[in-house]
């Protein structure tokens, strides 16, 4: 039997707790972590290196398993299933994009933001349809025959959230995202982040070092020693809108 939520609640996580057994003993990465992120939402979780930030979008992406808690992804029950199942949800409802671009340098822009639909099995040409429309939702359609080695540090991260997006994610999960940016490049990223979200309704988790970027979110959120909780709003912080 598979539970269901809110169909609004993309992602919902409650108590959720990660615990690592190291040399010194065991260490608490997560301590009754819960958050509910919503359609057309952009959320930001701030915090110091070492708070249990990555981990935390590795337990929301299914890249993790935690020791307590339960999670839900587009409305289905993450919790107890086999890694078949959970490969197949992860594939599904989410999309990922990381502060090094994990592009393959063999392959065009084209064929990296297609990859994740030929995974599915589809039709390479409808696959490369698709991602070629994406590649333009991110103002790269001309540079689509280009090879990673080929692109800027920017575009490279385009295509990189590009390629999170072609499968239409019910919510993307983006680990510092502009963190191997330069202040210009990455003001850029922050604006495209904030457009799409806003033209395809997408959720995003953003996990950040940059109050720039934390301060576009709808909500933020700060991680302090394995426990999350969320900021108050901030007047002098421009809206999510960006303007």
């Not at 993309?10 to 990465?29: I, K, N, P, Q, S």
């Not at 990381?98 to 933001?113: G, I, M, R, T």
């Not at 940059?210 to 979110?217: E, Q, R, T, W, Y």
Request: hydrophobic content about 45%; proline content about 5%.
């Amino acid at each position: 039997m598979i539970d269901s939520i809110s169909p609004d609640a993309v992602l919902r996580a409650e108590h959720l707790a990660r615990t690592y057994d190291e040399d010194a003993g065991r260490v608490e990465v997560l301590r009754d972590v819960s958050l509910s992120v919503h359609a057309h939402e952009m959320v930001a979780v701030v915090g110091a290196s070492g708070s249990g930030k990555s981990t935390l979008l590795h337990v929301l992406g299914l890249l993790d398993e935690p020791d307590e808690g339960r999670l839900w992804i587009a409305g289905q029950s993450a919790s107890g299933l086999d890694e078949r199942r959970r490969s197949w949800l992860r594939n599904q409802s989410l999309g990922f994009v990381y502060q090094f671009h994990h592009l393959l340098p063999e392959f065009s822009a084209l064929d990296n933001v297609a990859m994740p639909l030929i995974v599915r099995r589809c039709v390479r040409a409808q696959a490369r349809e698709q991602a070629a429309a994406m590649l333009d939702q991110v103002g790269l359609s001309a540079r689509a025959t280009h090879f990673p080695g080929q692109l800027s540090g920017g575009e490279r991260q385009r295509v990189a959230l590009a390629r999170a997006l072609v499968t239409q994610p019910a919510c993307v999960l983006a680990d510092e995202p502009t963190g191997n940016l330069d202040r210009h490049t990455a003001d850029a990223m922050f604006s495209l982040l904030v457009r799409v979200n806003q033209a395809l309704g997408t959720a995003f988790v953003i996990v950040t070092h940059d109050p720039a970027l934390a301060a576009l979110a709808h909500r933020r959120f700060h991680m302090q020693a394995g426990r999350l909780a969320e900021a108050m709003p901030d007047e002098s912080a421009p809206p999510a809108s960006g303007e």
